[in-house]
Nanobody, 117 residues
């Protein structure tokens, strides 16, 4: 059983920065794919960024150049550095983990990010 615990959300003014963290339990972290999704009020959950087991990254067009996903396998943690935040980045952010070794995708509980003046 894999557990994911997110942290780092909060309220920030437009133009500000936040770094989200997601720590995973288990011993296979280094060989899993990781990602961040977000869900804004009244909208569907959408992909933000992913990083594969070998470090390849992918970003939604809306966050390219603004957000950076990274992973620290020694700490079983994936990060999302969010810069130049905009009001439209307000959402609940979820981390996710998947691997061919696992029977399903795993999700964290979500962390709220609010961008407001």
């Amino acid at each position: 059983q894999v557990q994911l615990v997110e942290s780092g959300g909060g309220s920030v003014q437009p133009g500000g920065s936040l770094r989200l963290s997601c720590e995973a339990s288990g011993s296979i972290f280094s060989i899993v794919n990781l990602g961040w999704y977000r869900q804004a009020p009244g909208k569907q959950r959408e992909l933000v960024a992913t990083v594969t087991a070998n470090g390849l990254t992918n970003y939604a067009d809306s966050v390219k150049g603004q957000f950076t996903i990274s992973r620290d396998n020694a700490k079983n943690t994936v990060y999302l550095q969010m810069n130049s935040l905009k009001r439209e980045d307000t959402a609940v952010y979820y981390c996710t983990l998947n691997s061919f070794l696992l029977d399903r995708d795993y999700w964290g509980q979500g962390t709220q990010v609010t961008v407001s003046s």
